[in-house]
């Protein structure tokens, strides 16, 4: 494999008027967790249908895992593995033939196939249950069993689109716990999507953040929230917000200051928060009533905010 394993140059996805991706570039090293962070319906999903060939693009390029997405797209598919957002499982089988049928479409010989399930079934700790009738497995289970046919394959390449979605804490954990062990045993490359920053924060070395169809930032999740500066004071109130912001907004400590459009909560990054909170209480002279505040470092939640100039949202 190249040592870029995943290239994009310029992909675009137009749905009649609807424009779902808009020029995105991406490059994934080989080996490397990168996370596509945004909301739903940002174009995440349509970028990973791009890369995994289910998706012709409008425009632009790509390879994966040394193959052209459009021309060589049977050599791109026995390099990957994928899961869906929505569980895709076959409620009537057991997870044993869900595992065993996935590797004869794939033309696996039989004892390669019982290795294989052998190996899989242990990774993620499905036990028994895995001949057992999916229709009896809990949500993460069955998360569990999409992620070990997604690896049936041995893959070079995993993409995981919301991995976790639906799944309690225990269960994202343990996930993310499996995907972390792939990575360092195996040097399995991971591109995921996912709407939670602490999943982002938790498994990717690289972040990309995606926000209506653009990828408007990337880079290592340190470096990300380091930029933002050193602690960030946030208020809630209501009156003249933007009268406060210009007052505050000229003092001295004050790095920058940003509103998220949706909530109207300000964030004022400054170099010390808990220094600085009382002379920013008192240069509220315009009559913003101040509701609530808090200090923190900043976080790619602020980062998020910065880029997009809105948090991070479900929709």
Do not use: C
Request: hydrophobic share 40%; charged share 25%; net charge negative.
């Amino acid at each position: 494999m190249t040592e870029m394993a995943i290239e994009a140059r310029g992909l675009v996805k137009r749905y009649a008027e609807v424009t779902a991706v808009d020029g995105i570039d991406l490059q994934v090293p080989a080996g490397m967790i990168y996370a596509m962070l945004g909301p739903n319906g940002a174009g995440k999903t349509t970028t990973i249908s791009m890369l995994t060939t289910l998706v012709r693009p409008t425009a632009g390029a790509g390879r994966v895992a040394g193959y052209d997405l459009l021309r060589e797209a049977p050599q791109v598919r026995t390099r990957i593995g994928v899961t869906f957002q929505d569980i895709v499982l076959d409620n009537d089988l057991t997870g044993r033939q869900v595992l065993d049928i996935h590797g004869q479409l794939y033309r696996q010989p039989a004892d390669l196939r019982r290795k294989r399930i052998a190996d899989l079934v242990d990774l993620v700790q499905l036990g028994d249950a895995i001949d057992r009738l999916v229709k009896t497995y809990s949500g993460g289970m069955k998360r569990r069993l999409e992620l070990a046919r997604g690896l049936m394959t041995d893959p070079a390449i995993l993409f995981l689109d919301e991995p976790t979605q639906g799944l309690d804490p225990q269960n994202r954990t343990g996930i993310w716990g499996y995907l972390r062990e792939l990575n360092r045993q195996r040097g399995l490359t991971v591109l995921l999507t996912t709407h939670y920053m602490e999943e982002a924060e938790a498994l990717a070395s690289q972040v990309g953040i995606v926000d209506h169809g653009k990828l408007v930032s990337q880079g290592q999740p340190t470096e990300l929230v380091a930029a933002m500066g050193a602690d960030v004071i946030r208020v809630r109130g209501h009156g003249d917000s933007a009268a406060f912001l210009n007052q505050v907004a000229g003092l001295p400590f004050v790095e920058r200051v940003e509103t998220d459009r949706a909530s109207g909560h300000l964030s004022l990054y400054v170099d010390q928060g808990s220094r600085r909170l009382v002379e920013i209480i008192a240069a509220n002279t315009n009559g913003y009533q101040i509701e609530d505040v808090t200090i923190a470092r900043p976080t790619l939640a602020d980062v998020f905010l910065h880029h997009t100039g809105h948090a991070l949202r479900d929709e």
